[in-house]
């Protein structure tokens, strides 16, 4: 069941670089800051694949290799508000992107994680990345 709100998506040039949104708004009983906060993307027919985290406690954030340097996660916690960064977004990335949060999970170990350990989603947001 959805319980974050996502903004963003829609049609992409490739080489674009376009911004996501994730807010648990109004929700005490969802305070983003106790969560550590996850990107995914699923690709049509695939499986969830993690494209980013930040942690719950000190905030570092980790990403796939096939998008460091090129993607940013962030938080504002007065907000309650995460955000994803994507830049040089390329055709193959083309795909379906989710928030999600959960706070047992520790995004240092994230790899070792699946979806289905994060309890809390967004609705997710097509990207289309194409001219």
């Known amino acids: 069941q959805v319980h974050l709100v996502e903004s963003g998506g829609g049609l992409v040039q490739p080489r674009g670089s376009p911004g996501f949104s994730c807010a648990a708004p109004?929700?005490?009983?969802?305070?983003?800051?106790?969560?550590?906060i996850a990107w995914f993307r699923q690709f049509p027919g695939k499986e969830y694949e993690g494209v980013s985290c930040?942690?719950?406690?000190?905030?570092?954030?980790y990403y796939a290799d096939s998008v460091k340097g090129r993607f940013t996660i962030s938080k504002d916690n007065a907000k309650n508000t995460v955000y994803l960064q994507m830049n040089n977004l390329k055709p193959e990335e083309t795909a379906v992107y989710f928030c999600?949060?959960?706070?047992?999970?520790?995004?240092?170990?994230?790899?070792?994680?699946?979806?289905?350990?994060?309890?809390?989603w967004g609705q997710g947001t097509q990207v289309t990345v194409s001219s």
């Open positions: 930040i942690s719950k406690i000190d905030n570092n954030t």
């Open positions: 109004g929700f005490r009983e969802l305070t983003l800051h106790h969560h550590a």
């Open positions: 999600a949060a959960d706070t047992a999970v520790f995004c240092s170990l994230w790899n070792d994680y699946d979806n289905d350990d994060f309890v809390f």
